[in-house]
């Protein structure tokens, strides 16, 4: 199976490629750093053998370089890049950087992949608690009007996978065998994440001032495994949300119920039609 991983250079990205590689899939780095691409892809072949692992250039903050991907055929696609920053910025297409990255660079992402993936392809979303508690804005969607930075990121995750699911309910209304399945990391540190010295570097002192947080946490390594077990897992269905299996927040992947402001299925139709009027795709269009 091949498999883009968006942002698959750095965090959770990077070990879910690492993680994926390592079961035997062929995976492409989606990323718009060729430097740090060569870097992740030498350190996933050292710790993996025979790893099949390359890079295709990729910026979800300029839609129209997602046109003409060369990824070949795919059997998923982890949604998984993000950004979050502290001052209102803009993509180069004009969108609230975060929500043009976040959720409308994926939006484009996935209909422009949609002629390449196999007839049972998964498209796996990489979620974050902190949008468990976040809810849409339609007349401020890019928060244009009043800007916080951490409302800005819990929005644009939100909207993340609420496309996600309004894909998977569309998906199967069009009686398609292609699965869309949300994946959220819980709780996931770098004080706690192994080293991995081409991209990631944990001191001692980190690993020490990390202990009393493995309790409740885990590392980049820990939250990755969410999305490969939507990859890969046998039982795995569309629509579904998986999330580590202590608190919603560390350790072994289990299926949650979805929270409250994912079951909102007008809000999830409205933000499709107006996520299609902003990158002039549809996915399913």
């Not at 990729?58 to 060369?70: I, P």
């Given at each position: 199976m091949r498999v883009l991983v968006t942002g698959g250079n750095a965090g959770i990205g990077y070990f879910v490629a690492e993680q994926l590689a390592s079961a035997g899939a062929d995976v492409v780095l989606g990323s718009r750093d060729p430097a740090k691409a060569a870097a992740a892809i030498a350190s996933i072949r050292s710790y993996v053998s025979g790893a099949k692992?390359?890079?295709?250039?990729?910026?979800?903050?300029?839609?129209?370089?997602?046109?003409?991907?060369?990824?070949?055929?795919l059997g998923a696609v982890?949604?998984?890049?993000?950004?979050?920053?502290?001052?209102?910025?803009?993509?180069?297409?004009?969108?609230?950087?975060?929500?043009?990255t976040n959720h409308l660079g994926h939006f484009a992402l996935v209909a422009h992949l949609m002629p390449v993936l196999t007839p049972d392809a998964r498209i796996v979303t990489t979620g974050s608690f902190a949008a468990k508690s976040a809810s849409l804005d339609f007349a401020d969607l890019q928060s244009e009007r009043d800007y916080h930075p951490k409302r800005a990121y819990e929005?644009?995750?939100?909207?993340?996978?609420?496309?996600?699911?309004?894909?998977?309910?569309?998906?199967?209304?069009?009686?398609?065998?292609?699965?869309?399945?949300?994946?959220?990391?819980?709780?996931?540190?770098?004080?706690?994440?192994?080293?991995?010295?081409?991209?990631?570097?944990?001191?001692?002192?980190?690993?020490?001032?990390?202990?009393?947080?493995?309790?409740?946490?885990?590392?980049?390594?820990?939250?990755?495994?969410?999305?490969?077990?939507?990859?890969?897992?046998?039982?795995?269905?569309?629509?579904?949300?998986?999330?580590?299996?202590?608190?919603?927040?560390?350790?072994?992947?289990?299926?949650?119920?979805?929270?409250?402001?994912?079951?909102?299925?007008?809000?999830?139709?409205?933000?499709?039609?107006?996520?299609v009027r902003l990158t002039g795709l549809d996915p399913l269009g």
């Open positions: 692992v390359r890079h295709v250039q990729l910026d979800l903050a300029d839609l129209k370089s997602l046109a003409d991907l060369d990824t070949g055929q982890v949604c998984n890049a993000g950004v979050m920053v502290d001052r209102r910025q803009e993509t180069v297409d004009g969108h609230e950087l975060m929500f043009g929005r644009s995750k939100l909207a993340q996978m609420l496309f996600a699911l309004e894909l998977d309910r569309r998906l199967r209304a069009a009686g398609s065998s292609r699965l869309s399945v949300l994946a959220h990391p819980g709780g996931a540190l770098d004080s706690l994440t192994p080293s991995r010295p081409r991209v990631h570097v944990r001191t001692a002192g980190q690993w020490l001032r990390g202990l009393p947080a493995r309790a409740v946490l885990h590392g980049k390594d820990g939250g990755a495994r969410l999305a490969v077990r939507a990859v890969l897992g046998p039982d795995v269905a569309g629509g579904q949300l998986w999330g580590p299996r202590v608190f919603g927040l560390r350790g072994r992947p289990r299926l949650e119920t979805r929270w409250a402001n994912l079951t909102e299925e007008p809000s999830a139709a409205r933000l499709w039609a107006e996520s």
